[in-house]
């Protein structure tokens, strides 16, 4: 059965540095997403990318932010320099319908 | 705003037990409502969902009924296995426009042999 990968499973990084994040959507989705669960809380929507460009993006998807699409199969989320406060699981998702399919996560620990 | 609030865990039963967790909804319009599981080092995957009033999802012997009237999705199943225990979300897809599920809080469910 189709899947989304997402690696690497445990990104750990020091405050400032940057961090890319990476998702393989499965291959016929054409919606792709971002959330993140800070431990303890819920999941929460980062962002939805359709046709090479963000579609939707929430209060907390700030300029710290970004998602790319480099080629025909990947979907990046950067954070550009991360905080104590960024650590979270990550999870990106894609659809075709209105039913998301979702990674197993990228647990991300900022020191 | 749309907002979902689901019963808080951790919920512990013995195996061939009896399984509720509640979860209502705030949102405008008509939503449609999801239950999605995360089971140890796995991703949310989709059990079951609703997407019109009085409709109900069911998968793997779980159950849930779109209750308008109460603006709940209740998860229910009748006789729990060990396998079962994981994590359960309550999300809701606002279909005005929005694409982003807006998820609870998650149920951890641990059962017992």
């Known amino acids: 059965e189709p899947e989304v990968t997402q690696t690497p499973s445990h990104q750990v990084t020091q405050m400032g540095q940057e961090v890319i994040l990476r998702c393989v959507p499965i291959?016929?989705?054409?919606?792709f997403y971002w959330y993140r669960q800070i431990l303890g809380q819920k999941v929460e929507f980062l962002v939805s990318f359709y046709n090479n460009e963000i579609s939707e993006k929430s209060e907390i998807f700030d300029d710290q932010f970004s998602v790319e699409r480099p080629d025909g199969s990947n979907f990046t989320l950067k954070i550009r320099s991360t905080k104590l406060e960024d650590s979270a699981m990550y999870f990106c998702a894609s659809s075709e319908t209105n039913i998301q399919y979702f990674g197993a996560g990228t647990r991300l620990s900022v020191l | 705003g749309n907002s979902v609030t689901q019963m808080e865990g951790p919920v512990t039963l013995s195996e061939e037990a009896f399984l509720t967790i509640n979860c209502t909804y705030t949102?405008?319009?008509?939503?449609?409502l999801f239950w999605y599981v995360q089971y140890p080092g796995e991703g949310l995957q989709l059990l079951l969902k609703a997407t019109k009033a009085d409709d109900k999802g069911s998968n793997k012997g779980f159950e849930a009924t779109y209750r308008k009237e109460t603006t709940s999705f209740h998860l229910e199943k009748g006789s729990v296995q060990v396998s079962d225990s994981a994590v359960y979300f309550c999300?809701?897809?606002?279909?005005?426009?929005?694409?982003?599920?807006?998820f609870g809080k998650g149920t951890k469910l641990t059962v017992n042999p």
């Open positions: 999300a809701l897809h606002w279909q005005g426009g929005s694409e982003k599920l807006v």
């Open positions: 949102a405008t319009g008509y939503p449609s």
């Open positions: 291959s016929n989705h054409l919606y």
